[in-house]
C-alpha cells in the first residue's frame, strides 16, 4: 500500500476474527519495529509475543476486554531503562524510542491488512506477572494483532492543521 494510504488507514480496533497471523507477516511486521530509530540507537526495546491462548486469557488481569484477549496474537512491547540514553539533564527517552518502535510495527500491521490497537490503559504489575517480565524492565504498551471483524473507514477526527502547527516560533 502507498505510505499515506497505510497512515490514512491504520485504524484503532477492537474486534478480530480468530484466523491465525501468517508467521511471514509477523516477522516482517517485527523486523519493521526493529528497524526503527532511538536516541543514541540504544534499541533499548523487547517485544513478547504472546499467542498462547491461556496467556493471552491471563493478560485480562491486565486489561479485562474479550476482544483483547481474544485476538489471536498480544504484542507487549517493553524497554529496558538502564540500556536507553538519558539526556544531560537527566530526561529519560527510553518510552520515546519504544513508542517510536510500536508505532513502526502498527504502520507495518496496517499494511499488512491487519489491525491493532494501542493499549496504554493496562495495570503493568500484572502483565509483569502474567509474562514473567524482570523488575528492571518496563512495560510501553500492548496492542492485539490480527485480521480486523470491523471495518472502519479512514481517519477524520484529527485537530486541523492550523490549530496544531506553529511556524516560526509558538
Ligand atoms: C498511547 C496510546 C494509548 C492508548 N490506549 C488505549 C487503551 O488503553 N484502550 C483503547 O481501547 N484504546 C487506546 N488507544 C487508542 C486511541 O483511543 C485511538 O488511537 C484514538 O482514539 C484515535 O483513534 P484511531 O486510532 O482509530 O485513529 C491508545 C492510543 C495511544 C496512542
Known sequence: ????????RRR????????????EKLLRILEAARLAPSAANRQPWHFIV???????????????????????VIIVACADPTKAWRRRDGEEYW?????????????????????TCWIGAFD???????????????VVAMTPLGYPAEEKGPVTDRKPLEEIVHYDGW
Not at 500500500?1 to 490514512?8: A, G, K, N, P, T
Not at 484503532?12 to 508467521?23: F, I, Q, T
Not at 504472546?50 to 489471536?72: G, H, I, N, S, T
Open 12 to 23: 484503532s480496533v477492537r474486534a478480530y476474527k480468530p484466523d491465525p497471523v501468517e508467521e
Open 95 to 115: 518510552k520515546v524510542d519504544v513508542a517510536i518502535a510500536m508505532e513502526h510495527l502498527v504502520l507495518a500491521a496496517a499494511n499488512e491488512g491487519l489491525g
Open 50 to 72: 504472546v499467542r498462547d491462548p491461556q496467556k493471552r486469557e491471563q493478560l485480562r488481569k491486565a486489561y479485562d476486554r474479550d476482544w483483547f484477549v481474544k485476538a489471536p
Open 124 to 138: 503493568e504489575k500484572a502483565v509483569k506477572e502474567v509474562l514473567g517480565i524482570p523488575e528492571h524492565i518496563r
Open 1 to 8: 500500500m502507498e505510505f499515506y494510504e497505510v497512515v490514512r
